[in-house]
């Protein structure tokens, strides 16, 4: 495989041993570029009691399908682990797998535009705008030339850095999935390697149930896909955005924002056009991280002004931060490098000397860079809960959670109040059906900055992590009570989650294991709650 055949150095082991100076490399594991670019580095470093990154023996810098297919045979043939790398995102730790042979897909960047896509075995008159993109892309570098160079929208995710691959096989949201669906949702066509050494190319008409696996059932579980092709749109003209941060200064007034809060999102931002967050934490904080496609700023404002003129009317009840930053772009504007640059304090650029000028991501995503997770939990939240009847009791859960921890609304991660065709589409993928019911995936979460055991000033804060997971627990409990059979989100759930087969895919399950008993019959692709035979 000459220069494709590398042999894995992680900067944390030699810190470990003293080689190279530990202050530098932490600094470092603050660049998402930096990282990606390592193979023995992963975008989140652990979780507290569960696992630590640990690297590979030897890599293959893939290039091609046929680089894939030989490790695999490789592997199957000498029964060496195997684990695969993209984006290396994975909350659960599935990108890394120590004394294995990681198959690396950084190399493979391919990005090509289809004005009329035909996935091959389909009849003529099946043809689509599309995207082919190679495994190892990331989700800035598609949308720069998908949207900004072609005018053009395709689905992806909301983290510039995240792969493409593992993104699309977990499902899959971004910040319009309730227009546009999940990415999974949008897969056309995928090339994946099976545990046989074969390349296969996939679609509604070759491998129709490894298809279906391929578009939600977990990244990594029933092959390694090294290519994707992915329905693409008219790019909305105009994207938009609303911030702001409001303090209540008692119980009474802060029950009363939470519930205000929610009746106006039902009233007005239930729909297709608006996505993103609803914050709710501890000292009676409500924070509101809200985007919306096709609308001008003035429609924007417009929309907010009742909701705004409210928290004006209470005095100083109600304080907010700052105000309300509300803004719209143009449609071509919202992943350019250039126009993002000029705009102060909304991304960070890869400070190595020599990047390019096109790797920034998002400031907003800078805690997560080199995390390590003290806790992460989930919940879909039913629209059923906005109705006057159950409104109450979905309000008092998120005040008596926001007093333990912080808990936030994701009202992208859940689809009910989408389009027809988001919400149809969806429901064809592996992902659990409850998605489609929900209006919200709640995340309550606890996070620390990068560390890693054995390096003397950078070692994981153990007692705080488990202080920390404890008080997420706390929070998630009149959550979990609301509906304690709720579902959640395979790629952003708990590690120590029980009954996740159930949460995650729901009745999808059985096809999803039909599914590894036929192309995997002797589970080489294996994880932390993978499908299982």
């Not at 691959?165 to 977990?170: D, E, H, M, P, Y």
């Amino acid at each position: 495989m000459g220069n494709r055949l590398v042999r894995v150095a992680s900067p944390l082991v030699e810190a470990q041993h003293g080689k190279i100076d530990a202050k530098d490399l932490f600094r470092r594991l603050k660049n998402p570029y930096w990282i990606g670019d390592e193979a023995g580095l992963t975008q989140t470093l652990g979780w507290i009691d569960a696992w630590s990154t640990r690297p590979s023996l030897m890599a293959v810098a893939a290039e091609g399908a046929e680089d894939i297919a030989a490790a695999v045979r490789f592997s199957s043939r000498n029964h060496v682990p195997l684990v695969t790398k993209g984006g290396g995102h994975s909350y659960f730790g599935n990108s890394n797998r120590a004394n294995s042979l990681l198959v690396w897909t950084r190399r493979m960047r391919g990005i090509e535009v289809h004005d009329r896509f035909l996935p091959q075995g389909a009849p003529p008159g099946a043809e689509i705008p599309a995207v082919s993109i190679g495994a190892g892309t990331l989700w800035g570098e598609v949308y720069r030339t998908v949207a900004r160079d072609h005018g053009r929208y395709v689905q992806g995710g909301g983290c510039m850095t995240v792969g493409t691959a593992g993104f699309i096989q977990g499902g899959g949201f971004g910040s319009f999935s309730k227009q546009f669906g999940t990415g999974a949702a949008n897969l056309v066509e995928a090339e994946v390697v099976t545990a046989d050494g074969r390349v296969r190319v996939v679609n509604p008409w070759q491998d129709p149930e490894l298809f279906f696996a391929l578009r939600g059932g977990g990244g990594g579980t029933f092959g390694i896909v090294t290519r994707l092709t992915l329905k693409t749109y008219p790019l909305p003209d105009r994207f938009g955005a609303v911030m702001f941060e409001v303090a209540a200064a008692d119980d009474s007034i802060w029950r009363a924002l939470v519930e205000h809060m929610l009746r106006f999102y039902r009233d007005a931002l239930f729909n297709p056009k608006w996505g993103e967050q609803i914050g709710f934490h501890p000292g009676r904080r409500l924070s509101v991280s809200m985007l919306c496609h096709s609308l001008r700023e003035t429609e924007i404002r417009a929309a907010w002004e009742p909701l705004f003129a409210w928290i004006r009317s209470q005095g100083d009840r109600l304080k907010l931060k700052n105000d309300p930053l509300v803004i719209s772009l143009a449609g071509r504007q919202l992943w350019d490098p250039e126009f993002l640059t000029k705009l102060p304090g909304i991304t960070i650029s890869d400070d190595r000397p020599g990047a390019s000028a096109n790797n920034i991501f998002w400031a907003t995503n800078l805690g997560e860079v080199g995390q390590v997770l003290n806790a992460y939990q989930s919940r879909w939240i039913a629209a059923s809960w906005l109705q006057p009847d159950r409104l109450g009791q979905l309000v008092d859960a998120l005040v008596t959670s926001s007093s333990a921890w912080s808990v936030t609304l994701h009202t992208n991660k859940g689809l009910a109040g989408g389009s027809a065709e988001a919400l149809a589409a969806t429901l064809e993928t592996a992902t659990n059906p409850e998605v489609a019911a929900a209006f919200a995936l709640l995340i309550c979460a606890a996070d620390a900055p990068p560390a890693y055991p054995g390096i003397a000033g950078f070692e994981p804060d153990v007692a705080n992590g488990r202080t920390e997971a404890a008080r997420v627990r706390q929070a998630m409990s009149p959550i979990i009570m609301l509906d304690p059979k709720a579902g959640t989100y395979v790629s952003e759930a708990d590690y120590f989650g029980s009954d996740w087969q159930r949460a995650y895919w729901g009745s999808n399950y059985p096809r999803l294991v039909a599914a590894k008993r036929r192309y995997d019959p002797n589970s080489l692709f294996t994880g932390h709650h993978t499908v299982e035979l």
